[in-house]
């Protein structure tokens, strides 16, 4: 497994290097053969009146993305509970994966692999400044823009990689009518669908 391991506002030191490279290792040596690559990036609030120091995973599996984030006071302990929550998440994956294959016989695991696959960038476009000199401008401070690919799945499979993700919805294309729907999860329970009107 690819470990990649970036900081934001803090060193890596080899000591956080090595106990988040140990603490991973062991919440995901059952489901080795399932990842192919992990991002981490460990963070400390710059506001020193906050103590908030994030640990978040991002996890590539068969073509599913998984990730998990904690926030404490600590960073070893913010590594130690996201390791945890990563664990919890991949079993209950994995657990998907094989009552897949029960209720549907044998396919190929390409096939299974509902997830998209974020490319992470953002448009940058070039304008020359005061000096004549060319430098990227991002777009709006206000908009963040994610390109990834979206294979057609079902509404099951869109719900499944929304639990993995950790977010509150999930944009996926339906397999059925190849529409762009959003798939969320509702305050009270349960989930909902945005879809486009005929």
Same mark, same amino acid.
């Given at each position: 497994?690819?470990? $990649?391991?970036?900081?934001?506002?803090?060193?890596?030191?080899?000591?956080?290097? !090595?106990?988040?490279?140990? *603490?991973?290792?062991?919440?995901?040596? *059952? &489901?080795?053969?399932?990842?192919?690559?992990?991002?981490?990036? $460990?963070?400390?609030?710059?506001?020193?009146?906050?103590?908030?120091?994030?640990?978040?995973?991002?996890? &590539?599996?068969?073509?599913?993305?998984?990730?998990?984030?904690?926030?404490?006071?600590?960073? =070893? %302990?913010?590594? !130690?509970?996201?390791?945890?929550?990563? #664990? @919890?998440?991949?079993?209950?994956?994995?657990?998907?994966?094989?009552?897949?294959?029960?209720?549907?016989?044998?396919? #190929?695991?390409?096939?299974?692999?509902?997830?998209?696959?974020?490319?992470?960038?953002?448009?940058?476009?070039?304008? $020359?400044?005061?000096?004549?000199?060319?430098?990227? %401008?991002?777009?709006?401070?206000?908009?963040?823009? *994610? =390109?990834? %690919?979206?294979?057609?799945?079902?509404?099951?499979?869109?719900?499944?990689?929304?639990?993995?993700?950790?977010? !509150? &919805?999930?944009?996926?294309? !339906?397999?059925?009518?190849?529409?762009? @729907?959003?798939?969320?999860?509702?305050?009270?329970?349960?989930?909902?669908?945005?879809?486009?009107?005929?």
């Amino acid at each position: 497994m690819k470990l $990649l391991i970036h900081g934001r506002n803090l060193e890596i030191t080899q000591a956080i290097s !090595d106990y988040t490279r140990d *603490k991973l290792s062991r919440a995901v040596a *059952k &489901f080795e053969g399932l990842i192919s690559e992990a991002n981490v990036h $460990l963070s400390v609030a710059r506001n020193p009146s906050v103590q908030q120091q994030t640990a978040e995973v991002t996890v &590539f599996a068969n073509g599913a993305i998984i990730r998990a984030e904690e926030r404490s006071e600590n960073l =070893y %302990a913010s590594i !130690d509970l996201v390791s945890s929550k990563l #664990s @919890r998440q991949l079993r209950r994956y994995k657990e998907r994966i094989r009552d897949h294959h029960r209720a549907e016989g044998n396919r #190929s695991s390409g096939d299974n692999a509902p997830g998209a696959v974020l490319n992470g960038s953002s448009e940058a476009i070039a304008r $020359l400044d005061e000096q004549g000199q060319s430098r990227p %401008a991002l777009p709006t401070p206000a908009v963040r823009r *994610k =390109y990834f %690919a979206m294979p057609p799945m079902t509404l099951d499979q869109a719900i499944t990689q929304l639990e993995l993700v950790d977010h !509150d &919805f999930y944009v996926f294309r !339906d397999r059925e009518d190849k529409q762009i @729907r959003v798939v969320y999860r509702r305050n009270h329970g349960g989930y909902g669908v945005i879809e486009p009107r005929s």
